[in-house]
């Protein structure tokens, strides 16, 4: 469902936020009628709360929305989301003064509250519309949205409906709506076109392996993202337990995320030569899976031990980047869903990334920050490489012993970027809980971040 703000209208409903702090101040300056139909109604100011104020014929004339304490805002995001799902049908004009960046995070909640995955059941859609409110950038915050819903739309659809082909399929409608350049390599040409580890992981499944390429833009800086597109992952012939793979629809988000990226940077016209590379695979079990101990032989020429065959996302982003770097790009960027290390080490909210690069730390740092898209930097630590040299061959893709698995598989992955500046982002990609503009479900991390910050590095 595309993002939209409402037209402006001589009709809409003046919308307030209301701080618990404030709400005294605000009721001070209303009538007693007001000031009694807001007792009445227990309206406090919490965060998530609205209140609608009745005109004589029933329509509405104004509305409430809590805005919570400094300490309540300071524990999630995107606050006025909650109550605008709570609002009857109308159209909203924010009439709260708010600064800059708080306004936008706003505004962008409440696009993204209205998102709803409904291609298998009906869903009520939300009722509130919202003009844009004075001094945001519309387009932007339109392009943003549009890009998370394309992630989520993506993450959320079920293997049977979201395998190698359909997300080759995905990839081919983005690129047609920008006009973009896009090839793919499918199957056994993956072997003649030297991607042998896509084509081993992938090659057991019954819809075959590819690898999805995406060009768009002819001049600026040079770009590539590079996404994970595990469609499914039962974990290969080490077979992942059932509780393990009830959500692995969502082992593609890396790819999700970087399609949902890639629209935000072509919808906005970002002055980057642009590429976008997703290995898509399942991860299956057939008589030709590839094998634990097995050695295979990747794309820049390294040796990688198979000591665990569910460890097969950095395998098939090993030859995504290697081919990556042979461009020298200016910035290469991977998204996956890679390690269950990530989620113990900073749990499902925040977006680990690994860069050296202090500039790219910097930028994301602050993009983070103004965008309400949470980041936490993790090292890619020299003295753990040898957990990921097994002796028999270049590199281990399962180091034994259990630690640092999030930072040894950046390690891992950072052994195949050697001639460009590269950052990794081991995302969670799913929401566990509803939130305000958040549902349960497929969810983007780190790519609002990651827009605003190449915003910064890549055109200035």
């Not at 030297?194 to 060009?215: E, K, Q, S, T, Y």
């Not at 097969?312 to 869903?337: C, F, H, N, Y």
């Not at 860069?355 to 930097?377: G, I």
């Amino acid at each position: 469902m595309p993002a939209k703000f409402a037209d402006a209208t001589t009709d809409s409903i003046p919308l307030y936020l209301v701080a618990e702090d404030g709400l005294d101040d605000w009721i001070g300056n209303q009538s007693d009628a007001k000031r009694s139909w807001v007792e009445a109604n227990g309206f406090s100011g919490a965060l998530g709360q609205a209140l609608v104020f009745p005109k004589d014929d029933g329509s509405i004339a104004m509305a409430l929305a809590g805005y919570g304490t400094p300490a309540t805002r300071s524990r999630g995001r995107f606050h006025l989301a909650g109550a605008a799902a709570k609002l009857p049908k109308g159209i909203y004009c924010l009439e709260t003064v708010l600064a800059p960046d708080t306004l936008m995070v706003e505004a962008l909640g409440w696009l993204l509250a209205a998102y709803r995955f409904d291609r298998y059941a009906k869903s009520t859609a939300m009722k509130a519309e919202l003009i844009a409110p004075e001094g945001v950038n519309a387009d932007l915050l339109v392009a943003l949205a549009d890009g998370e819903m394309l992630t989520r739309d993506l993450i959320n659809t079920p293997a049977s409906d979201m395998g190698p082909p359909d997300l080759e399929n995905a990839a081919r409608s983005l690129a047609e709506k920008h006009g973009a350049d896009i090839s793919v390599v499918v199957g056994d040409d993956l072997l003649t076109q030297n991607f042998p580890m896509i084509h081993a992981v992938g090659r057991a499944a019954d819809r075959a392996p590819r690898l999805i390429d995406m060009r768009w833009g002819s001049s600026g800086k040079k770009l590539t993202l590079v996404g994970k597109g595990v469609c499914f992952d039962t974990g290969g012939l080490n077979i992942k337990p059932g509780a393990s793979m009830g959500l692995m629809k969502k082992d593609m988000g890396g790819a999700a995320a970087v399609l949902g990226l890639a629209h935000m940077i072509m919808a906005m016209g970002m002055k980057v030569q642009l590429r976008v590379l997703i290995p898509a695979v399942e991860n299956a079990i057939s008589a030709n899976a590839f094998r634990p101990q097995d050695i295979l032989t990747s794309r820049k020429g390294l040796t990688v031990e198979i000591n665990n065959t569910d460890a097969e996302g950095r395998l098939v982003l090993a030859d995504a980047l290697a081919l990556a770097d042979e461009e020298k790009p200016d910035q290469i960027i991977s998204m996956a869903t890679l390690t269950g290390a990530a989620r113990v080490a900073v749990g499902p909210d925040l977006a680990p990334y690994f860069s050296d690069n202090p500039a790219f730390v910097a930028a994301l740092e602050a993009a983070a920050d103004k965008n309400a898209d949470p980041v936490w930097r993790m090292p890619f630590h020299a003295p753990y490489e040898a957990m990921i040299e097994p002796g028999v061959a270049d590199l281990d893709n399962a180091p034994s012993g259990g630690f640092a698995g999030c930072i040894t598989a950046a390690l891992f992955l950072r052994r195949f970027v050697t001639d460009s500046p590269y950052a990794h982002f081991d995302i969670y990609g799913w929401q566990p809980t509803p939130a305000p503009a958040r549902p349960k479900g497929g969810v983007g991390q780190a790519t609002r971040a990651v827009f605003a910050a190449l915003e910064t590095l890549m055109t200035k």
